[in-house]
């Protein structure tokens, strides 16, 4: 322990020698380790020796002592150190006294106070006025008066306050220790708040007294008798006995706060979670949710972390006391139920392997029972989810590759299982070479797809099949399923395909700065397609067995020749971009299935992608050139301006996005005609305060709009806003027969440094309303959490049928250290 030489008055230094004189005449005696460290204190004070008075440190508001730093471990070996402005011994009554500024370390644990008695005869340590004991766990207990065994094992605190390295906090006017186990607080207050720093007697924002709370350090519990729950000191609830784990504790067995829920099928329900710490690596949580209309809802969950990974299971079952509820639905039977499984787990730094389960009784149990809630209720257009997806999947990262290769079965929620496809294998590798082969740089990619589907999936893309079912695989009507009314979204059967490609790319730039960039691609499908013949299918795709070999290879340049201009205010760079690529046409365009090529926006983003289709089950073919110029101006006191403009031509062969395949894809992209439509984008970001970009198609002949979207953003530190406007032509290959216009909003205030408010609607401008809005509040602190909100959504199909309008209540409320619970119906 650091000590220094102070000076000091003769009074002092007469003082110190009686000290001595004192300690030497009781050297002989056989003391506790208390009085030996006493002694030895003494002794230092007689050398005219002191230690460094504390630094001002972390202090608690309601210490009525100048706040000091935590004093050092000292590893003493079981005796005790004692520092004081004076320190005497009684030699008559074996009692040490220590006065003015005392400290005691013993064991990690110190105690700060204006007076310290020990008695050697009792083995009692008394301290006096503005005490402060640390333990070795980091807690602070402050007092007015002390009385403790000198091994801290027992004795009892008069007015105290606790304050542990958590940050919780505790208050009573007594509390007794025995057994060096536990701890009996009088008139308890507990709260995990911090007290308010101007006015620290106010209240917290909440805290639970009980007329005895019994802390047990083995079993690290609390238990409260005769507790009330007040919120800013005004009781909410009260209960005549709870428990709670200490604050220490980051797991332990017990019942954790309940939940509530509604709804129409099961009426009201209450879940009562237990939580089941079986061991250090694997825990389990039992929630049966009590239903007023069909009884219990079993639920089960176990969770275990390995070494290199972790995996949950979770089981769901109730017999139901009223099938008739769900009467002509899936969920009419008396048992219903399901099992969820998911892990992950690591091989080395590169590769995970991992796998996702789902099986239920029915699709319908998930959504009946609210079992699968989106998990962002303040996301106002994310709608419920339609599927859950069962797979396993390896995954490996390098520092120039990528490999995935997973097998897939999606669970349909919506009943039709039988058009969804079940995924075997798809495998994804890519790689990029680390040197270069010609002075370029080259890179290739695999994928490899099998997947097969029992029944054929149709949309209606127009209001006469869709009234009419003629896209139902059970109509009878001789204008069913023709590609004039549907679009086939899934073939039945069996789909393998195989693809590799192979990129070269390299760039030069000459004396004069434009830069020039030759390419060359070559990519090769084997496709194994075999189309069951059901009705209709035929209409859009050979059925039976059918192999394709499709190659396609591609050699382009890419030019480019920036202008820049220096100006006092800033920098613009003009670039004029021309791409031309050359390669055969598109082989088997529309014969084959298309499973991941059915979503093609054509805009700025994708003008000079060399394949613009969205997936490999499609390949761009024909001569196309795509030219554009882009502008970018960087000010000098920020902000930076970036302008797009471009259009893409179809020089010779035949156009991809002309030909019409099983989904129309690129029907109605834009790019169907020789010269295709203009597109057009501006993003401006004058701050990190404020975005805005503008995103637009034109019609290559009309100049009409296409496509349109606005978007600005604003975020302050208090509150954000942002607006998006979006104008869709109809595209009526795809089943979109009406232009599509809205306007989407969202903002979020912080109220104030703890409470935000958030909001977000979307307006049909066609409709003339509002068909999507959330509105939420949220409180967050150090102790305390509340979270509210009400979404509305309506969830849209191809076609013309009518949108189902689905309607979330939220409640949320977390007590720090204590419970977390929430309501939802």
Not at 485 to 504: D, S
Not at 532 to 544: D, H, K, R
């Amino acid at each position: 322990m650091p000590i220094v030489a102070v000076r000091q008055s003769a009074l002092a230094v007469a003082r110190q020698q009686a000290v001595a004189r004192r300690v030497r005449a009781c050297a002989s005696v056989v003391l506790g380790p208390l009085l030996a460290f006493a002694l030895t204190l003494a002794a230092a004070v007689a050398l005219d020796l002191v230690a460094v008075a504390p630094a001002a440190a972390q202090g608690f508001n309601y210490n009525p002592r100048p706040p000091k730093a935590t004093p050092p471990r000292v590893a003493n070996d079981n005796q005790m150190l004692v520092q004081a402005t004076e320190v005497d011994y009684d030699y008559n009554n074996s009692r040490v006294l220590a006065v003015g500024n005392v400290q005691l370390f013993y064991n990690g644990t110190s105690v700060e106070a204006d007076r310290v008695i020990y008695d050697q005869k009792t083995k009692r340590l008394r301290a006096e006025g503005n005490i402060r004991m640390t333990d070795a766990d980091g807690k602070i207990t402050y007092a007015n008066s002390l009385d403790l065994s000198d091994d801290y094992r027992d004795g009892f605190v008069d007015s105290l306050r606790v304050e542990t390295e958590d940050q919780t906090r505790m208050a009573a006017t007594r509390a007794d220790r025995s057994s060096g186990n536990y701890t009996v607080f009088e008139n308890g207050v507990y709260t995990a708040c911090a007290p308010c720093k101007d006015n620290p007697k106010k209240p917290p924002l909440w805290q639970v007294k009980g007329a005895r709370i019994i802390h047990d350090q083995n079993e690290k519990m609390l238990y409260f008798e005769n507790a009330q729950l007040e919120f800013f000191g005004v009781p909410m609830a009260y209960m005549p006995y709870f428990s709670t784990p200490d604050p220490t504790v980051k797991r332990k067995s017990g019942f954790l706060m309940p939940g509530y829920t509604s709804s129409a099928g099961y009426g009201f329900g209450v879940e009562i979670p237990y939580y089941w710490a079986i061991a250090p690596d694997y825990d389990a949580t039992f929630a049966p949710r009590i239903t007023s209309k069909q009884g219990v809802l079993l639920q089960a969950e176990f969770r275990q972390r390995l070494s290199n990974g972790a995996y949950q299971v979770k089981l769901y079952g109730i017999d139901q006391l009223d099938r008739n509820a769900f009467a002509g639905q899936p969920g009419d039977r008396q048992f219903r139920g399901g099992v969820e499984t998911h892990g992950q787990f690591a091989l080395n730094d590169k590769w995970a392997f991992g796998f996702d389960g789902i099986a239920l009784s029915d699709y319908y149990f998930m959504s009946d029972y609210r079992l699968s809630q989106f998990k962002d209720p303040y996301n106002a257009f994310m709608n419920l989810p339609t599927e859950a997806i069962s797979q396993l999947y390896l995954t490996g990262v390098g520092n120039r590759s990528f490999f995935d290769a997973r097998t897939m079965y999606f669970l349909s929620f919506s009943g039709n299982q039988q058009n969804v496809p079940v995924v075997y294998p798809v495998i994804d590798y890519q790689n990029v070479f680390n040197y270069s082969i010609l002075g370029g740089e080259v890179s290739y990619k695999t994928n490899f797809v099998n997947l097969s589907r029992q029944t054929a999936s149709f949309d209606a893309i127009n209001t006469t099949a869709s009234t009419n079912g003629l896209c139902s695989v059970a109509s009878a009507d001789p204008m069913a399923r023709l590609p004039t009314q549907c679009l086939l979204r899934g073939a039945p059967g069996t789909y393998t395909r195989a693809t590799a490609e192979v990129q070269w790319r390299r760039s030069y730039t000459d004396s004069i700065g434009q830069i020039w960039t030759p390419f060359a691609i070559l990519r090769a499908d084997a496709i194994n397609s075999d189309i069951s013949n059901q009705p209709g299918v035929a209409n859009f795709l050979p059925t039976g067995d059918t192999q394709a070999l499709r190659v396609m290879p591609t050699v382009g340049l890419e030019y480019r020749y920036p202008f820049i201009n220096v100006q006092p205010w800033g920098t613009t760079t003009i670039e004029p971009i021309a791409q031309v690529i050359v390669r055969p046409n598109e082989t088997y365009a529309g014969r084959l299935p298309n499973e991941d090529a059915q979503s093609l926006v054509f805009d700025t983003s994708n003008l000079f992608a060399v394949d613009k289709f969205s997936g490999y089950d499609r390949v761009e073919g024909g001569g196309r050139a795509n030219v554009g110029v882009q502008a970018t101006t960087q000010f000098d006191r920020g902000g930076t301006v970036k302008a797009v403009f471009g259009q893409s031509y179809q020089l010779f062969g035949m156009n991809s996005f002309a030909v019409r395949d099983a989904t129309n894809t690129g029907v109605d992209s834009g790019l169907q005609r020789t010269a295709s439509d203009y597109v057009a984008s501006v993003d401006y970001s004058p701050n990190r305060t404020y975005t805005f970009s503008v995103r637009s198609r034109f019609d290559e002949q009309t100049l009409s709009v296409q496509r349109f979207e606005a978007e600005a953003r604003a975020n302050f530190d208090r509150w954000s806003v942002g607006v998006t406007y979006g104008d869709y032509a109809a595209q009526p290959d795809i089943g979109y027969l009406t232009r599509r216009e809205g306007i989407l909003g969202t903002g979020s205030l912080k109220v104030s440094s703890n409470w935000v408010v958030t909001g977000a609607a979307r307006w049909d401008l066609q409709a003339n309303k509002i068909n999507q809005y959330v509105v939420g509040a949220g409180y967050v602190d150090d102790c305390f959490t509340l979270g509210a909100s009400y979404v509305t959504s309506y969830n849209y199909t191809v076609g013309t049928a009518a949108p189902t309008l689905n309607k979330t209540y939220m409640l949320t409320i977390g007590l720090r250290t204590l419970a977390n619970t929430s309501v939802g119906f």
